[in-house]
């Protein structure tokens, strides 16, 4: 298909955006400051939303009376690159266009995918080419060899806050004339780079809260009275001002975020929005966030100690079993997920309704990520009803707070915010883990803390009486009266009333079965000769599939022979022979999961010695 083609079907295709009352007011205010930006100048572009906002949407109507030519979407990922086909395709009679109303397809936008088995006539035969940036990375790349510099008019950038790395870089410099629009919620990254081009467009998260296009959050900070805890060799007691002194230290943080006595507090504050919002809706669900995948089975030991259904998910899981946690995910068969850094942007489950932070975030950016995970309306036919309000639960300790207080003032007209927050010193934020595991011997550990009250904040702040009234014009344009949905403006006063105020929460200090305990512990168990097995592999510098051990030991693989070996110790700590795990108590339990540290020290040393003498044996 020729240029020419292509232009004639975005330029003649009568679409109807302008009033039209199925889209939503950012594509439409959206899409006309594209138009009227690449109508004075070809240079890169910016758009700011909210998730939930119909970003998807509005990269669907950019092309129309704008491109001149072909037009690349591009994702950084798998998830939002098939998130954007379905959107799209224009086979499906559900796509974006016949559902908004938009116009009915009859000969395109036709869709190609660049993927495994794509060739140059997929892509000749569309108009609109969708594909994650993957796709053109490599020093000798078939796409770049294969597709000429004018061969896209447009590129769309989803989650354009990337497109300042290298290999986006290149995708610009080798389709040098293209118009490029990035979208984005987060106009910078982790490192502190700004999304390149000038921004154009924002559409504000207080306004798309009172619109109804994501759903109104609430922050909740554990605030401990008083905090004992053990650092080399010294045990401190600190007053909930000394917390707040300490938490800027990254050592402190972090052990807040190791810590069992913390993590507990956090889960139990998560659980407590957790059945708040079950009360006003089914099926709801809690996503939290740990450090490294050992954390992250600490973290879900306490929440199945309350009953509750809990996966856990990281990137070394197989496909197959990913595929498992989604779907149950999905069907709302579980309640809590505990992730690491894997379930981030352009993931889509409206039902996630409650936020638990477990990590300290060194920067904004990956921070707003985690918590727009929750935005998305768990009941859209009713979005001013107070079922889709979502909760953020941290500890102070965490020094997470001040991504809060930053991640509020994301509506500031201007950018004096980011330029503000740009002068300080900017911190690069780990993904987990900085690198492999060496040692499970924490620096800091928190003995006990006392947990009175928690500290709520909500995010809308300054609404004003003309905000309000715009909302209920607006929902009136729409062919809807407030009253429908339960809503007054006295209602809504209140509401915001309220969403303003600071207040205090008592404490959830829920009663756990003992049972319940013993076998949380059990799982975790399990999981600890795991992570004392990777630390073991990673002192030695061994491959974790690899034979190396073979000489010195039975078994099938290195990691497999580490596993059995930190298994055994474990039974003996227990006092347990092989077998009889069934009967362990919890204190036997929680003597066994303690000694993991000195568990790694001993296997190391053996399988040191052991592999020692095999080799001076082959000599």
Known sequence: MKNTEIEHLFSETKVEIWQNPSLREPQIEGYFAIREHFQKSNEPCYVQLPVGCGKTGLMGLAPFKVAKGRVLIIAPNLVIRDNIRRELNVSDPNCFYIKRGVFTPKNGPYLSELKTGANIHDCDAAHIVVANIQQFSGARNKWYEALPADYFDMILVDEGHHNVAES???????FTNAKVISFTATPMRSDGKVVAGERIYRFGYARSMLMGFISQIDALFVKPTS??????????????????KMRDKDWFSKGIATSEECNRSIANASIQQLHHVRTLGSPRQLIAVACS????????????????????????????ERDRIEASLRSGLTDVVVQVNILGEGYDLPTLSVAAVFRPYRSLSPYVQFVGRILRLAAPQTPYSLANHVYLVSHVGLN?????????????????FFKEYLQGEMEIDGEGESGPRMTLRPFMRVLNEVVENYQRKGYLKKIDEVMIGDLFETIRQKGFEPTEFGLTEDIMRRRLSAAQTESSVAAFNPVIQPQARREALKGRLQNEARAIADTVINRLNLDHRGRDLLRAFSGTHNSEIVIRLASAEQNKVMNLESGQRQSADIAQLESAIAASADIADKISSLVREKLRNATKADD
């Open 168 to 174: 986006w870089a290149k995708l610009f410099e080798h």
């Open 227 to 244: 905090l004992t805890f053990t650092a080399e060799g010294e045990t401190k007691t600190l007053t909930l001002d000394d917390v707040m």
């Open 293 to 320: 995948i050992r954390h992250a089975a600490q973290v879900a030991a306490l929440y199945k100690e309350h009953g509750l259904r809990v996966e856990v998910l990281h990137s070394q899981l197989a496909a197959e």
């Open 400 to 416: 997470d707070e001040r991504w809060w207080n930053d991640f509020t003032n994301f509506d500031k007209d201007d950018q004096e």
